[in-house]
Every structure is written in C-alpha cells, then in structure tokens.
C-alpha cells in the first residue's frame, strides 16, 4: 500500500464512520472503529476493543467469539499484546506480535499458544491516547497469518487509531454533553412545578431545590428527578379518581 492508497483508505474509513448513525451513540462508535479497522488495514481478520479502568480490563465489540474469547483470555491471564499495549506501550502505541508460534510466544507464554490454537498466529494492538488517566482503551486486531502485519499495516493501523481516538473523543463528549441537557431540562421542570405549586419565581423555585439537595445529601438532579416524577404520578392518580 503506498502513500496515496494510505490516505483514500483512511478517508473512506473516515466517511464511514462518521457516516454511521449518530455520533451521541459511543458504543455504536466504537462497534464502527472496530469494523472499519478490520476493512482498512491490510490482513486483519478479525478485531475488537479492550478498555481498562479502575484495574478492570474489559473486552467489547469483538467481531466474532473467538476473538472475544482471546480477548477474555488475555485479561484473565494478564498477558498478550492488548495487555502489553495498554499498561506498557512503546511510544508508538503499538505493539505488534509477528508469530505467536515462534519468537514471539515467548513474550507471551501463557496467552500465545491459546491463540495459536485457536487459529491466529500474528495480533497488532494500537492504545487509543485519547484520555490522560487511569482508563485506557486499545484497538486490537489478529490476523491467522504468521507475519501478515508488514510496515504498511502498522502505519495504517497507528494512523487508524489516532484518527479512532478522536472520533470516540467526540463520541464522548456528545454524551456528556446530552446528559447535561438532559439534566437542565430536568431541572428547569422541577422549577416549573415548584413555581405553579407554591407561587415562588424561578429563583425561589431554585433556592428550594438546592436546600432540598442539602438536607436529603442528593444531587440537584436527583432532586429534580423525583420531583417530576412525584408530580406525574399525582397527576395520573387524579385523572384515574
């Protein structure tokens, strides 16, 4: 693959993935990360997500059993590359194992065999470095060709990942953005009801919510939560009488 196939490889996977559905959506995002991955980087088989946070490694949206099984494995056993490239990545972020029946099954001595009999004898893992902190995410992909990763394939996939990472990174920030939304609105109808029901204007109707939130030692939001929902269950009961 030379330069200008590189760049219209990661343009569609770029057209793709922000093409798919709603980028609010972040595991669907990630789903999307892995898929395109798979199609753009040169002889990988198959691939998946492993995030770790809090100590806790989890693998998600594999792209068949196996794989989640390979995965799950490596997070049992604690070793194999997605556990090298999340804990210990070089500064590339990438770690790549070329023949987990040779050389490289002594890296690895527990996982690679696992692996090999399970058909996959090469994996490539990126860490996604999008996040300072104690979560890390990385993209792993296998491949059941000793060798199938080439210089090519690195680049691309390292190339993938930043790309990945800043996709997820607006994924994310889509979320969190929608549940501080979410939350005004919450709020803002809490206030309406207080406003109708005790014939407070909206900075009295706030006062009331924030010393509610102190003296019950729940969130304004939560407050705000029960409130409406109080008040939609009163509603229901007086309709139903």
């Known amino acids: ?39 753009t980087v040169p002889a990988a088989d198959g691939g998946g997500i492993t995030v770790t946070e809090h100590g806790e490694v989890v693998s998600r949206h594999t792209t068949d059993p196996t794989i989640t099984k390979l995965a799950e494995l490596q997070a049992d056993l604690g070793e194999g590359p997605c556990i090298s490239a999340l804990h210990e990545p070089p500064e590339s972020g990438t770690i790549v194992a070329d023949d987990l029946g040779g050389a490289d099954g002594r890296r690895w001595p527990r996982f690679a065999p696992l692996a090999v009999e399970a058909g996959y004898h090469a994996m490539l893992s990126v860490q996604l470095a999008y996040q300072p902190g104690p979560r890390s ?18 680049t691309t996939a390292a190339l993938f990942a930043v790309e990945a990472a800043v996709l997820l990174v607006g994924a994310e920030e889509a979320v969190h953005l929608r549940r501080a939304v979410d939350s005004r609105d919450t ?5 309406g009801i207080l406003m109708e029901r005790f014939g407070v204007d ?6 009331m919510l924030v010393r509610s939130s102190q003296e019950t030692n729940l969130k304004l939001v939560e407050v705000a939560r029960w409130l409406h929902v109080e008040a939609c269950r009163r509603s229901s009961a007086e309709h139903g009488s």
Request: aromatic residues 4%.
């Open 1 to 39: 693959m030379d330069t200008e196939e590189l760049v219209v490889a990661l343009r569609r996977a770029a057209r793709d993935l922000t093409g798919r559905g709603s980028i609010r959506d972040r595991e669907q995002t990630l789903d999307d990360i892995v898929g395109a991955a798979v199609e």
């Open 137 to 154: 995410v990385a993209l792993n992909l296998y491949a059941t060709r000793a060798g199938a990763f080439d210089r090519d394939a690195r």
């Open 202 to 207: 909206d900075e009295g109707a706030f006062r």
């Open 187 to 191: 709020i803002g109808q809490a206030k």
